[in-house]
């Protein structure tokens, strides 16, 4: 009877021990797998740009609006100065020319007329010089007033400006055709910017010019200055431009000029900015941020750029990158923002990088893959 016991505790013992066995085992079945960290593919990587987080001079920026436009120091409009048939029209609207290249030819005889013209004032214009220095030399011989002097001085400079008006208006003719058709010559280099002028065409006195060339080389900013601005635009204060187009360009000028009257319809003042155009990416027409400093009294902090930053939840965040396997994500709380920069505190240390293209497309695989 004993030893049936005795088998029951060993029996009952090794049961228990089996049990906690195969508990253990099944513990250690169950425990979840660590994950792979997250890693950027080649492909995203390739189009990732990066920005190290810095200490910046906080600087409070103000943004006004405003247009591509014309340098009107640059832009001529042609006005026919004859009337005549317009043979043939050699360039198209946003075509480029050259200083000289021939654009259109017209059949007239009006140009004769200005060639007579500018004969009688030629001949004019000998004559009052003839009679300036008569006046001159009586004058230094005491026969002559000084009034006399003056009046043959303003008669000689008076013929001159209407010869050169006249010989610059025929430039743009190249009149030795003998069969009366006449040449329009470009007179500066160019973009053909407006177009009124098609093959067959009778040409007549209009307010409205045949071609007009801009030279796109330099582009003015017009702004838009309302009046709660005023006293933050000063001249020759610098700015930066940013358009929709190039997101990422920043054109850097200065105020050149700024008007004294508002403009009766916009109600606002306007302030130009005189932007060299040498890579064509300023075109006429298109709108434009302008963005002036106001402050920079403010301190310093850590900064970050705005393309960097991700809102989500009511929450700023941005990925801080280390390589293409490890990415944080960082919770930052913002202090002050400008047109370029956000001031933070917290959440990112100075020297770390944060990714500031594709960032959300990061953060959602980051999110994901938790």
């Known amino acids: 009877m004993k030893s049936i016991k005795t088998r029951s505790k060993h029996t009952i013992g090794y049961a228990v021990l089996a049990a906690l066995t195969l508990s253990a085992c099944n513990q250690q079945v169950a425990a979840p797998e660590t994950k792979d960290p997250y890693c950027i593919s080649e492909e995203i990587s390739k189009g990732l740009h990066f920005a190290p987080v810095k200490k910046r001079p906080i600087q409070r920026t103000m943004t006004l609006n405003g247009t591509v436009g014309y340098n009107q120091d640059k832009t001529i409009p042609f006005y026919s100065l004859v009337e005549g048939i317009v043979v043939g029209a050699k360039f198209s609207l946003g075509d ?24 009688a004032t ?45 010989k610059s208006n025929l430039s743009m003719f190249n009149g030795q055709n003998k069969e009366g058709i006449y040449q329009i010559l470009a007179p500066q280099d160019g973009y053909i910017v407006t177009k009124n002028i098609v093959a067959g065409m009778t040409l007549t006195d209009t307010d409205e010019p045949l071609f007009t060339i801009a030279n796109l080389s330099d582009v003015w900013i017009i702004a838009n200055v309302y009046a709660t601005s005023m006293r933050y635009v000063k001249q020759h204060a610098a700015v930066s431009v940013s358009t929709l187009a190039y997101p990422d360009d920043k054109f850097e000028g200065k105020i050149s000029t700024i008007s004294q009257v508002f403009d009766a319809e916009e109600r606002v003042l306007k302030a130009r900015i005189v932007l060299n155009n040498h890579e064509m990416k300023l075109r006429p027409g298109m709108s434009a941020e302008i963005h002036l400093l106001i402050d920079d009294n403010q301190g310093e902090a850590l900064a970050v750029p705005n393309n960097a930053i991700i809102f989500d939840n009511n929450q700023n965040y941005v990925v801080v990158y280390v390589d293409n396997c490890h990415q944080e994500i960082r919770q930052i709380t913002p202090l002050a923002k400008n047109n370029e920069y956000t001031y933070v505190e917290g959440g990112v240390k100075e020297g770390e990088t944060v990714i500031t293209t594709n960032e959300l497309l990061i953060y959602e695989q980051l999110n994901n893959h938790l």
């Not at 259109?104 to 004969?119: G, M, P, Q, V, Y």
């Not at 011989?141 to 001159?160: F, K, N, P, T």
């Open 96 to 119: 480029f020319v050259k200083k000289g290249q021939l654009l259109a030819e017209i059949r007239s005889t009006d140009l004769n007329e200005f060639k007579t013209e500018l004969r």
């Open 122 to 166: 030629e001949a004019e214009l000998k004559v009052a010089k003839r009679e300036l220095e008569s006046v001159t030399s009586m004058y230094e011989d005491g026969i002559s007033s000084q009034r006399e002097l003056l009046e043959a001085e303003e008669e000689v400079q008076v013929l001159e400006s209407k010869l050169y008006a006249a």
